[in-house]
């Protein structure tokens, strides 16, 4: 019993500290996830809906719905390291188009942005259309969302080594 007390605290604690730093802040993780399951709300968002469908919370097979950089890296490996503020990940931004497999970059209010792994690219002229898988836009949540990259607030991407081919405009 003292061991669920204890983990109940533990959990309490994180969320607390979530709650502070935005998008999860450190990459460290001190607690193991537990499979998240709760609904979007787009009203918890209201001043990022334009422009983007907000779709269903995603199975938390990568788990770490509370940490949006560990859920990127989980599905995209060689994201890079140290990417706690967002001066690191405005510093990682190699491209400013996207394709599947790579990162978005977003701003937010917090001084540690966001980051999303970019699972899907409708790469149709109009309207261009960007699908994310991400974790903890909305709070401890794996979720997705679809919309433009200006909708989305995307400032930029970080792509690997090889996404970019001959048929696009280069990275940047």
């Known amino acids: 019993m003292f061991r669920f007390q204890t983990r109940i605290v533990a ?5 607390l500290s979530l709650a502070v730093t935005g998008c999860g802040g450190v990459e ?7 499979e998240q399951v709760s609904s979007v709300d787009p ?10 469908d907000v779709g269903a919370v995603e199975s ?12 990127a890296r989980c599905l995209q490996p060689k994201l890079p390291f140290g990417l706690t503020y967002w001066s690191d990940k405005a510093a990682i931004i190699n491209s400013n188009h996207a394709h599947k497999g790579c990162v978005a970059m977003i701003p937010t209010s917090s001084s540690y942005g966001h980051v999303a792994y970019v699972a899907d690219v409708d790469t149709a ?8 898988k991400e974790a903890n836009w909305v709070g401890n949540t794996c979720s997705s969302r679809t919309g433009t990259k200006d909708g ?13 081919g001959p048929n696009c405009a280069g990275p940047m």
């Open 43 to 52: 009203a918890a968002h209201a001043d990022h809906a334009h422009d983007q």
């Open 11 to 15: 959990l309490s604690l994180l969320s």
């Open 60 to 71: 938390a097979a990568c788990g770490n719905c509370d940490n949006c950089v560990l859920h």
């Open 152 to 164: 989305l607030n995307i400032r930029n991407f970080w792509c690997p080594a090889g996404v970019h």
């Open 125 to 132: 002229p109009n309207p261009n259309r960007i699908t994310l």
């Open 28 to 34: 460290a993780e001190d607690v193991a996830p537990e």
